[in-house]
Structure formats: structure tokens, C-alpha cells
């Protein structure tokens, strides 16, 4: 059955190292997302793509970055990991709108920055 | 921008009780709207969509949603609740022709056996 899967689950690291959260998706889905999750915010958009080599940043891109080198893979990077990015994770994946357009979600990435 | 809002952050409720949970956003255009479910500790799940037709959308495990344009709102609605439905529910909304999903803050709903 095609997923969407990230990995870790869980992440603790140090303020101002470099952090890849990755995400991988078999749907073959067109369009991918990066959200993090915060109480009191709901979901909000990092960085997104559709499709290889097409990154865009969302409303809270700052100190995050993507890359698309396949339809598979949008790997999350925090440059210098700060306090503030502590959060949790989502990646989804979409279809374009004429195949259906909802999202599929991952389950998620904890990121705690000590 | 886009925006949506949801005005009940915490609702407790009794097995049994209904449901409703409002949702209204800013775009006057064409939408795409979405109810997503996240049960502890998991990840977002749909519960139903609503691209065009009958406002009023069935969705799984019960729950329906009604499109109202002109009020700009989507809210949720479940007529007897169960202790399993609690969760947190979002709203989302999408411009037509775009792919970014806006979010609303979500609300966290406690039923009681």
C-alpha cells in the first residue's frame, strides 16, 4: 500500500546544530508540504513543492529549508536549530485537484531543541 | 491571505450530546474545504471534503458538514457523540487552483462516558 512515512519519530538536539527531518512518500503524489504544529496555532506551512526541483516557502519559513530531487523525498533542514523550533512535524502529500486533491499526512516528527 | 477560524478551542461534551463546531474563513472566492481529525498522539486524518455540489457533505465515522457561501462558513456537526471522538478537529481551506492548505487553530474536543 503506498505512505507517506518521516523519520526519526523522535529528535532531541542541541541549539545551532543542523537537523535534516525526512520525509517519503510512495502515493507518487505531485505536491508535498511541511507543517509544524503548535498549541494554540494549529498547523501552519514551512516550505512546500510540486514537484522535483520546485521549493516554495510557506508562512513560517524562516531558518528552515527543502529540497525536491525526486518525487519521492522532501527532506526538512533546520540550518541552526533554535529553541523556538521545538514542535512537531507534519509532512503531507497531495494529488492536484482534478485526481481528487485531499492530503495524506505523516505521523509526524517530535523536534525538541535543548 | 486566506485565513480560517475556529472559534471553540475546547469543547466538553457527554456521550450522547451533539455536535457542532464552527468554522468560517476570509477568501470570498471559490474554495476547497476540509474537516481533518487528530485522534492522541496521531496524525491528521480526513473526515470530509467539500468541493462543489450538495453543501451539505457526509463524512466518515458520522459527521457532516454543511457549506454555507454566503455566511463563509463550514461547520461540523454530529448528532450523538461518542467517548471515541475525542480528538482535535481542524478546518482547512484551500483557493481553488492552488495546493496550499490553510489551517484553522483547531479544537479539542473531550467527550465524557
Known amino acids: 500500500d503506498a505512505e507517506i512515512t518521516q523519520s526519526p519519530r523522535h529528535k532531541i538536539t542541541e541549539t545551532g546544530r543542523q537537523v535534516t527531518l525526512a520525509c517519503h512518500q510512495t502515493?507518487?503524489?505531485?505536491?508535498m508540504f511541511w507543517y509544524r504544529q503548535d498549541l494554540g496555532h494549529g498547523l501552519r506551512l514551512i516550505h512546500y513543492s510540486y514537484g522535483v526541483q520546485d521549493t516554495n516557502k510557506g508562512e513560517v519559513s524562516d531558518g528552515y529549508s527543502v529540497s525536491r530531487s525526486n518525487t519521492e523525498d522532501l527532506p526538512l533542514t533546520l540550518e541552526s536549530a533554535a529553541s523556538s523550533q521545538t514542535s512537531v512535524y507534519f509532512c503531507a502529500s497531495s494529488s492536484n485537484i482534478g485526481q481528487g486533491g485531499g492530503y495524506t499526512f505523516g505521523s509526524g516528527t517530535r523536534l525538541t531543541v535543548v | 491571505a486566506q485565513s480560517v477560524s475556529q472559534h471553540n478551542h475546547h469543547v466538553i461534551l457527554s456521550e450522547a450530546a451533539s455536535l457542532e463546531l464552527g468554522c468560517n474563513y476570509s477568501y470570498g472566492g471559490t474554495v476547497n474545504l476540509f474537516w481533518y481529525v487528530q485522534y492522541p498522539g496521531q496524525h491528521l486524518q480526513l473526515l470530509l471534503k467539500?468541493?462543489?455540489?450538495?453543501?451539505l457533505v457526509k463524512g466518515i465515522k458520522g459527521f457532516e458538514a454543511e457549506f454555507i457561501k454566503s455566511k463563509f462558513s463550514f461547520n461540523l456537526r454530529k448528532p450523538s457523540v461518542q467517548w471515541s471522538d475525542t480528538a482535535e478537529y481542524f478546518c482547512?481551506?484551500?483557493?481553488?487552483?492552488?495546493?496550499?492548505?490553510?489551517f484553522g487553530t483547531g479544537t479539542r474536543l473531550l467527550v465524557s462516558p
Open positions: 467539500y468541493f462543489s455540489g450538495d453543501p
Open positions: 482547512a481551506v484551500r483557493n481553488t487552483g492552488f495546493q496550499k492548505l490553510v
Open positions: 502515493w507518487n503524489h505531485n505536491n
